[in-house]
């Protein structure tokens, strides 16, 4: 069957980081790429990132070794519990375990995975007979995530005016250590029950780390709130959501929490949400059963005790007076995070 586009333009920009990491990028081009980069954040909160140098082959591997550990029967994905305590998350949650809104239920199950180094988290991995190579593919591709979240710290720090010496700084507290992997997997599920209200794939909220990596596959339902003007309560009032279409071979960046501290909110975060698929072609039967849908967000943080504090270039004109407290991100997740679990 044909599928029939809801939108045929994107709304969200397309930044093409050839521009970057070609062996050819000049300084023009380099800064240009970074402008985008950051023009694009502040106005739309997502992006998608073109030519990031991940290489397809890699992309469709993770996705297929995702299907294979769900794939695995319950018992089995359950040798390798998320443990009960927040705020770390690692190994696998269920379906309905983890809830980021209070009332609605969350239809979909997890596979978290951190870095070894990180003694505080350590990974939680499955015994290696029950998905053999998922350990060494998973610990491979996180860091190969990770070399390409410095890459984007690069950008981001020439777009926001950072000096030399405080890009090496801010680069250096994202060690890698604290970022995340997440596995996710949303079964099939009859359209019905998420048009009635109770059910969802993934409530409205804001990541709340620097930034989101995101690959996903071409299932859809994805939306991230339209940006608009006006105050906050008016905002919430008109809020509506736009699809973040799936794109091949595009890397889909959004802002976190942390992000809007540093840049004095220039760079907000978006609140985001996974609903229905947007296609007709995406769901079955009587039952309008929607495909299922993978997708694999890599949260990228900085170290626990990093201060995080307003960047002087972002205090300008009007946004001269920093509006946030500076903080520690330990302490700032440990109260974002509540409630998650
Ligand atoms: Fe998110």
């Known amino acids: 069957m044909t599928a029939t586009e809801p939108n045929t333009k994107s709304p969200f920009p397309v930044i093409d980081f050839d521009g970057w990491l070609?062996?050819?990028?000049?300084?023009?081009?380099?800064?240009?790429?970074a402008a985008d980069l950051v023009r694009g954040c502040h106005e739309s909160g997502f992006v998608?990132?073109?030519?990031?140098?991940?290489?397809?082959?890699?992309?469709?591997?993770?996705?297929?070794?995702?299907?294979?550990?769900?794939?695995?029967?319950?018992?089995?994905?359950?040798?390798?519990?998320?443990?009960?305590?927040?705020?770390?998350?690692?190994?696998?949650?269920?379906?309905?375990?983890?809830?980021?809104?209070?009332?609605?239920?969350e239809y979909k199950e997890s596979y978290e995975v951190g870095s070894e180094h990180n003694l505080d988290a350590p990974p939680i991995w499955l015994p290696e007979a029950v998905l053999p190579g998922f350990r060494t593919f998973s610990t491979s591709f996180y860091w190969t995530m990770n070399a390409f979240s410095q890459q984007v710290l690069g950008v981001l720090a020439m777009g926001l005016g950072l000096s030399q010496q405080q890009t090496d700084e801010w680069k250096k507290a994202h060690t890698g250590n604290n970022n995340q992997l997440r596995l996710l997997h949303y079964p099939p599920l009859a359209a019905w029950e998420m048009e009635g209200g109770e059910m969802t794939r993934m409530?409205?909220?804001?990541?709340?780390?620097?930034?989101?990596?995101l690959l996903q596959d071409d299932c859809g339902?994805?939306?991230?709130?339209?940006?608009?003007?006006?105050?906050?309560?008016?905002?919430?009032?008109?809020?509506?959501?736009?699809?973040?279409?799936?794109?091949?071979?595009?890397?889909?960046?959004?802002?976190g929490s942390l992000l809007t501290r540093w840049s004095n909110e220039y760079l907000e975060a978006p609140r985001h949400r996974v609903t229905l698929p947007p296609l007709s072609d995406r769901y079955e039967g009587e039952q309008r059963m929607t495909r299922e849908r993978y997708s694999i967000p890599y949260f990228v943080s900085p170290d626990l005790d990093t201060m995080v504090e307003t960047f002087p270039s972002c205090l300008e004109g009007e946004n001269a007076q920093p509006k946030f407290e500076k903080i520690r991100w330990r302490d700032y997740m440990r109260m974002r995070a509540q409630g998650s679990y």
């Not at 070609?22 to 790429?33: G, M, W, Y």
């Open 48 to 105: 998608y990132i073109i030519n990031h140098g991940i290489p397809d082959n890699l992309l469709k591997e993770v996705f297929e070794l995702s299907k294979n550990l769900f794939d695995l029967s319950h018992e089995e994905k359950m040798l390798a519990p998320h443990p009960p305590d927040p705020p770390w998350h690692r190994g696998y949650s269920s379906v309905g375990l983890e809830k980021v809104s209070s009332t609605l239920k």
């Open 203 to 213: 409530p409205a909220h804001t990541d709340f780390g620097s930034f989101t990596l």
């Open 22 to 33: 070609s062996s050819s990028s000049t300084a023009t081009s380099r800064s240009k790429c």
């Open 221 to 255: 339902g994805l939306q991230a709130e339209e940006r608009a003007s006006g105050t906050l309560e008016e905002r919430r009032l008109s809020r509506q959501y736009i699809d973040v279409k799936p794109m091949d071979g595009a890397i889909v960046m959004n802002v």
